[in-house]
Antibody, heavy 113, light 108 residues
Framework: QVQLQESGPGLVKPSETLSLTCTVS?????????WAWIRQPPGKGLEWIGG???????FYNPSLKSRVTISADTSKDQFSLKLSSVTAADTAVYYC??????WGQGTLVTVSS | EIVLTQSPGTLSLSPGERATLSCRAS???????LAWYQQRPGQAPRLLIY???SRATGIPDRLSGSGSGTDFTLTISRLEPEDFAVYYC?????????FGQGTTVEIK
């Protein structure tokens, strides 16, 4: 059974870099699929942040592209999100996903001093 | 970037009624790579439909997806209490993948 689990700090200070990791179990991320990050601000809708293919190609939301880096560590079956220069507007539940089918449970990241 | 517009914003219906949710794309969705999700309060989105019309594992057949190109529909034939939730469409045919703004199905 494939499972995804997000991990990382729940509180980040303004202007700093948000870093999250998604650990995949039950599947090798280098075997296939597209691995994505999505976020949802409190009380709002879903926003696709970007993703990385099993071969390492990345795609980013143009609105976030200048601040986002997504990378993968295939030896650990993990992929990561870095979002720089965060503000309160980046406060959200962050989800990782395999394609459209399998999502993690999400982790709340609050940006506050 | 493909913009997805969902309508209506809110649907007020009674259990047993039929629900029809619309998702319109600003340009054609490649290979009809259109998904529908259900989200209940405090939970992660749950995939219902992928490829515009294929039900995900465990999804009852009273939920169905249809459409192609730029116009897509999610239909719930008879609303059950667990169906009252927020529904999102997503296109994953062309990066950046994008979501609609959501439709809330509430109890009338």
């Amino acid at each position: 059974q494939v499972q995804l689990q997000e991990s990382g700090p729940g509180l980040v200070k303004p202007s700093e870099t948000l870093s999250l990791t998604c650990t995949v179990s039950g599947y090798s991320i280098s075997s296939g699929y597209y691995w994505a990050w999505i976020r949802q601000p409190p009380g709002k809708g879903l926003e696709w942040i970007g993703g990385i293919s099993h071969s390492g190609n990345t795609f980013y939301n143009p609105s976030l592209k200048s601040r986002v880096t997504i990378s993968a560590d295939t030896s650990k079956d993990q992929f990561s999100l870095k979002l720089s220069s965060v503000t309160a507007a980046d406060t959200a539940v962050y989800y990782c996903a395999r394609g459209v089918l399998i999502w993690g449970q999400g982790t709340l990241v609050t940006v506050s001093s | 970037e493909i913009v997805l517009t969902q309508s209506p914003g809110t649907l007020s219906l009674s259990p047993g009624e039929r629900a029809t949710l619309s998702c319109r794309a600003s340009q054609s969705v490649s290979s009809n790579y259109l998904a529908w999700y259900q989200q209940r309060p405090g939970q992660a989105p749950r995939l219902l439909i992928y490829g515009a019309s294929s039900r995900a594992t465990g999804i009852p057949d009273r939920l169905s997806g249809s459409g192609s190109g730029t116009d897509f529909t999610l239909t719930i034939s008879r609303l059950e209490p667990e169906d009252f939730a927020v529904y999102y469409c997503q296109q994953y045919g062309s990066p950046p993948w994008t979501f609609g703004q959501g439709t809330t199905v509430e109890i009338k």
